[in-house]
């Protein structure tokens, strides 16, 4: 027979499939202490693999892998059609899992910083790839397992690093603790992409642990006359077939657990994960196709620079490109190239260049923008690496200075986000003689940002501005200021209300960017009219006092049977937020 041949080729004897089939029974007992301590630690260690971003110690937690045995375990059940195996091994798979998810949020929870990295990233979105490397892996440790140990084994740690188990669970640990202390649907997100693929992993070594066993025929009858005498001295097995046989669903099982229907079950569980990582695998081909498309406009503008636009026609140097970043939005590409020249290019270049990079994109040259941002140069070694003579430097003046720092600083942080919910509105810059520069980030939330984030954000300032002696600190505004109150059918405001509206009118005047929403309510017996008289007192106030116009007010009926305005700021709109320069101290 086939399966008699395909044993006698891997080197697989009677007496080794013996041994095999009875090292995976006892490789899902419950009772094994230093399994559940491998759980434990292998959970540990892939939390913090992952929350520090480190490859070598996630590849450590992959290299414990406990959960191998439990799967091969259930490969074999289903091989075999043995019931009770299948049961205690689905039974060991769900408490380790429990275990090693209930350890990694309690290890989230505890940790004081929760940034999601790339590590993690990476584990959230599973695709059609990943199946088919779980799949050979699978195949790949069934093999190991069965074969006769010569030498050192090299394969097994390599299907554990390969398959990477552990982490994936402790990606939904992540995720779920997330949940719990931030951010709900960010938190359930992580969870679930981390949930599919060790569902992927499970289900692809399932199926191809299954299919060696079949093909090893290691189901035999010798084989199950041994296990079946060693069942008859083993506790957990024991009991697991006495609960069993007290389930009416049981003898059910063992009718129409015959192969083709055990083929089939599996073969549906592939088939439903199939659609998921499917999607998965578009995206993910989209966004190479996407990054492709960007990396050929990149250098196809650089280039074209380079060759036609970055030297005087005498062939001297006169500007190199310091950073180039691309839009394409509306079916209207834009192109920023910030460059560092010595003579300011005319608009009449800029149009040719422009010309030019849309003929090479082959796009009308309407659909093609140029954002050119232009750094003078104070020294021509930049710009020639091997002068003769140095040229006298350009003089320039205190404003070009300020403004090229304030286009540095625009580009450095103008991508910058904050931690939900807190969104930026302004950069203040403080200047004081004789100290380092100040930056203060000006952001709308109705929490303060935790500590451990502000010092994450003020070490990404640095970073950004190659300004490590910079001092960075962060000011909040609320969103919530309040409420005025009213008497009964009157719009009239008090004392009171127009000192609220006072501090309303400074903020909203010190930041363009922000809007007011205005949520005016009114007592169920009151006239109707009433609100919009009320409204209009706040409008008129403001425009009066401190001229805000009424585009900037969002004006709303509230649902509250209350003689009241709530007032609540919001961003207008997510555009980079103006840098403000403060000369004098805090």
């Not at 999601?116 to 584990?123: D, F, L, P």
Request: glycine share 6%; aromatic share 6%.
């Amino acid at each position: 027979m086939f399966r008699d041949w395909f044993a006698d080729n891997l080197g697989v004897s009677q007496a080794r499939k013996e041994q095999v089939y009875l090292d995976i029974c006892r490789s899902v007992s419950l009772q094994d202490v230093s399994y559940w301590i491998q759980v434990l630690f292998a959970a540990g260690i892939a939390t913090l693999g992952l929350v520090l971003n480190s490859p070598a110690v996630i590849i450590g937690a992959m290299l414990i892998s406990p959960l191998m045995g439990g799967i091969l375990a259930n490969g074999l059940a289903l091989a075999a059609g043995d019931v009770i195996l299948a049961m205690r091994a689905l039974l060991n798979l769900v408490l380790s899992c429990t275990v090693a998810i209930v350890f990694a949020v309690l290890l989230v929870s505890l940790l004081p910083f929760k940034e999601m990295t790339s590590e993690i990233a990476a584990r959230t979105q599973p695709n059609i790839l990943d199946l088919v490397v779980a799949l050979f892996s699978g195949a790949v440790g069934s093999v190991a397992i069965c074969k006769e140990p010569r030498g050192v084994a090299t394969s097994i740690p390599g299907v554990a690093i390969a398959v990477a188990l552990m982490p994936p669970l402790c990606v939904v640990g992540y995720g779920i603790g997330i949940a719990i202390s931030i951010n709900s649907i960010k938190g359930l997100q992580i969870a679930s992409g981390g949930g599919l693929l060790f569902f992927t992993n499970l289900v692809a070594i399932t199926f191809t642990a299954m299919v060696v066993f079949l093909g090893l025929h290691i189901d035999n009858l010798q084989v199950r006359a041994k296990v079946n005498e060693w069942r008859h001295t083993d506790q957990e097995s024991i009991r697991m077939q006495t609960i069993l046989e007290r389930l009416p669903a049981y003898n059910i099982l063992k009718k129409i657990g015959n192969l083709p229907g055990r083929l089939l079950l599996i073969f549906m569980t592939i088939l439903a994960i199939i659609f998921p990582l499917n999607q998965s695998f578009s995206q993910l081909r989209r966004e190479i196709t996407l990054q492709q498309q960007e990396n050929r406009i990149r250098n196809s503008a650089t280039d074209l620079w380079q060759k036609e636009f970055a030297n005087f026609p005498n062939g001297e140097p006169r500007s190199y490109i310091s950073n180039i970043s691309t839009l394409d939005k509306n079916n209207k590409l834009t192109v920023q190239l910030q460059v560092f020249s010595s003579k300011q290019y005319t608009p009449d270049e800029q149009n040719n260049f422009i010309q030019q990079l849309a003929s090479r994109l082959g796009k009308p040259p309407e659909l093609v923008a140029l954002k050119l941002i232009e750094i003078p140069t104070a020294s021509s070694d930049i710009l020639r690496p091997l002068p003769v003579e140095k040229p006298p430097e350009p003089v320039i003046t205190i404003a070009q200075l300020q403004s090229s720092f304030l286009q540095e600083v625009q580009l450095a942080l103008g991508e910058m986000r904050l931690p939900q919910p807190a969104q930026m509105i302004n950069y203040e810059l403080i200047t004081i003689p004789n100290e380092p520069l100040r930056i203060r980030l000006v952001y709308l939330s109705e929490r303060d940002i935790e500590k451990d984030a502000q010092m994450l954000l003020a070490d990404s300032v640095r970073t950004r501005l190659d300004y490590q002696s910079a001092l960075v600190s962060m000011q909040r505004i609320g969103t919530n200021l309040g409420a005025i109150s009213f008497e009964r059918n009157q719009s009239t405001l008090t004392p009171d209300n127009t000192k609220l509206l006072d501090r309303v009118g400074q903020v909203l005047q010190r930041y363009p960017n922000l809007q007011l929403q205005v949520m005016v309510n009114q007592q169920l017996e009151e006239l109707q009219e009433i609100v919009e008289q009320r409204s209009q007192a706040i409008t008129d106030y403001l425009k009066s006092q401190w001229q805000i116009e009424r585009d900037r007010l969002n004006l709303a009926v509230g649902t509250q049977p209350q003689s009241r305005a709530t007032l609540t700021l919001t961003v207008t709109s997510p555009r980079k937020p103006p840098v403000e320069t403060i000369p004098g101290t805090f």
